[in-house]
């Protein structure tokens, strides 16, 4: 687990300080340089246009990563904001997050993820489509968190500490700071480390589909999308490095989120 946290944390900290790591910009075209392979000029070698791979691979991270690290984070607090309110509360309170989760857990995200995005122009500013990508993504991915969050709640609101605290005048918010929250953090951990992952996929579908990011800004998406071609395939296999990349990352989050998990079943 070690390995794994040290390798994912090391990519998003390359990921934070792309434009220190790389030489060129990743839309610079080198045309004379097209489709070269590995070497010392070009780490991972160039695409069509003669564009870095590495350049480009290191920047869509920045993008691809932090749009799964942004709508995980996201959607663990709307989570954790709307399951402890319902959880504590009960009552008409309750009933009524509970449905709310009941039918955002329905609801097919990835077909709401495409409606909504068809709404946009396909050369729509990539800040847009970011922060549209990003609010999507959590505002969606809320229930899960929620339902999580609500079963401790309720579960820890009855314990004798509690039930001591509320005896001596303890206001709900104080219970919730002090006695709840810090309960719901290591199941909030394992939530994130399964979400970031799956949303990060989200990203790369939504790119590799053409409807996430444009081709001049790049994400592990598009550069996947970029390996469309038969002859890409077989003549430059430096393209399907991105492919290995989020294999690896993916891998690293299973491990993390397996470990997370066994931690806490072993602290009950």
């Known amino acids: 687990m070690k390995a794994c946290l040290v390798f994912l944390l090391a990519i998003h900290l390359l990921a934070a300080m792309a434009g220190f790591v790389t030489a060129y910009p990743p839309a610079e075209q080198h045309r004379e340089n097209a489709w070269e392979a590995p070497g010392a000029r070009f780490p991972l070698g160039t695409d069509g246009l003669g564009r870095d791979q ?23 607090g709307l989570g954790l904001l709307l399951g402890g309110v319902a959880g504590l509360a009960g009552g008409w309170v309750d009933r009524m997050v509970t449905r709310l989760m009941e039918l955002f857990l329905a609801l097919p995200w990835m077909y709401l993820l495409l409606a909504a995005r068809a709404f946009f122009p396909l050369e729509t500013d990539a800040r847009v489509v970011f922060t549209a990508l990003l609010l999507l993504l959590g505002a ?80 592990w998406g598009s550069l996947v999308g970029s390996m469309g071609s038969l002859d890409v395939l077989t003549d430059a296999w430096w393209m399907g490095l991105p492919v290995v990349v989020l294999a690896v990352v993916f891998g690293c989050y299973s491990i993390v989120s397996s470990a997370l998990a066994e931690t806490q079943r072993q602290g009950r």
């Open 54 to 76: 590495w350049s480009r691979l290191v920047h869509g991270a920045r993008i691809s990563l932090c749009s799964g690290l942004a709508a995980g984070v996201l959607s663990a």
């Open 140 to 219: 969606i991915g809320w229930a899960r968190p929620a339902r999580l969050v609500r079963g401790i709640v309720m579960s820890v609101k009855e314990r004798e500490s509690v039930l001591a605290a509320r005896g001596f005048g303890a206001g709900q918010w104080y219970l919730l700071r002090r006695h709840i929250v810090p309960e719901t953090l290591p199941a909030l951990a394992t939530y994130l480390s399964l979400a970031i992952p799956q949303y990060v996929a989200a990203e790369v579908t939504l790119s590799f589909l053409g409807l996430g990011f444009s081709g001049s800004t790049p994400s």
